[in-house]
C-alpha cells in the first residue's frame, strides 16, 4: 500500500514571499510522483512531475519541487509567490506495479497568498 | 482539444431521486475514475475503471455505482442519494499503460441533495 501525507492543511503567506508546501510519501515500491494545482470552481491540473533523473523538477508558473529519496519527500517550492497561486494543491503518487499504479493523492495544501 | 468533460456541473435534488453525472473523455484512456472531494478530507476515489467492462471500488464506493460500457464513457449513478452525499465530485482519466502519463480531471459537478 502507499500513502501521501501533506504536513500543512493551509499555508498563508504574503505576495512575493518564498513558500514551500510539504508531501512525504510511503510506497513498497519504486514511484512516480506529481503535484496538482486546483484553482477556484476548477478541475485540477498537472503542474509538475518526477519520474526519474534530476531530482529537482520544474513545473508551470514559477514552481519546482525536490525529490528526495532517502526522506520518501516531494515538496513543492516557488521562490516569490503572487496572488493568483491562491489555491488547493495536491501531491499524488503513482507505484510502478500491483496495484499501487492506482494514484494516491493526499489531502490537499491550501496556499493563501494576501497583499 | 484533449478534455474530460463533466455534465452536469451544478445539481441539487431530493433526498431518494436517482441521479446520474455523465463523464465523457477523447484522449481513448483506458483508466477512469471518479472522486469526491469535501472540505478537510481532499480527494477521495469512489471508484476505478481500468478498461471496458472493469471496475472496481475505490476507498468510498457505498451508495454510488459506475458502469464502463464504452472506453469514452464512465458515468457515476446515485441510485437513491442522501444528504451526505453533497459534495464536489470529479472524474479523471489516464492512460493505464504508461503509469508517468498524469490524470485529466474534468471540471467537477457540485452536487446538493436535500
Known amino acids: 500500500a502507499q500513502s501521501v501525507t501533506q504536513l500543512d492543511s493551509q499555508v498563508p503567506v504574503f505576495e512575493e514571499a518564498p513558500v514551500e508546501l510539504r508531501c512525504n510519501y510511503s510506497?513498497?515500491?519504486?514511484?512516480?510522483l506529481f503535484w496538482y494545482v486546483q484553482y477556484p470552481n476548477q478541475g485540477l491540473q498537472l503542474l509538475l512531475k518526477y519520474l526519474s533523473g534530476s531530482t529537482l523538477v520544474k513545473g508551470i508558473n514559477g514552481f519546482e519541487a525536490e525529490f528526495n529519496k532517502s526522506q520518501t519527500s516531494f515538496h513543492l517550492r516557488k521562490p516569490s509567490v503572487h496572488i493568483s497561486d491562491t489555491a488547493e494543491y495536491f501531491c499524488?503518487?503513482?507505484?510502478?506495479?500491483?496495484?499501487?499504479?492506482?494514484?494516491?493523492f493526499g489531502r490537499g495544501t491550501s496556499l493563501i497568498v494576501h497583499p | 482539444e484533449a478534455q474530460v468533460t463533466q455534465n452536469p456541473r451544478y445539481l441539487i435534488t431530493v433526498t431518494g431521486k436517482k441521479l446520474t453525472v455523465t463523464c465523457s473523455q477523447n484522449m481513448n484512456h483506458e483508466y477512469m475514475s471518479w472522486y469526491r472531494q469535501d472540505p478537510g478530507l481532499g480527494l477521495r476515489q469512489i471508484y476505478y475503471?481500468?478498461?471496458?467492462?472493469?471496475?472496481d471500488k475505490g476507498d468510498v464506493p457505498e451508495g454510488y455505482k459506475v458502469s464502463r460500457k464504452e472506453k469514452r464513457n464512465f458515468p457515476l449513478i446515485l441510485e437513491s442519494p442522501s444528504p451526505n452525499q453533497t459534495s464536489l465530485y470529479f472524474c479523471a482519466s489516464s492512460s493505464a499503460q504508461s503509469l508517468t502519463s498524469p490524470l485529466h480531471f474534468g471540471n467537477g459537478t457540485r452536487l446538493t441533495v436535500t
Open positions: 499524488a503518487v503513482r507505484g510502478t506495479s500491483g496495484g499501487s499504479y492506482i494514484p494516491t
Open positions: 510506497s513498497s515500491v519504486s514511484v512516480y
Open positions: 475503471s481500468m478498461n471496458v467492462e472493469v471496475t
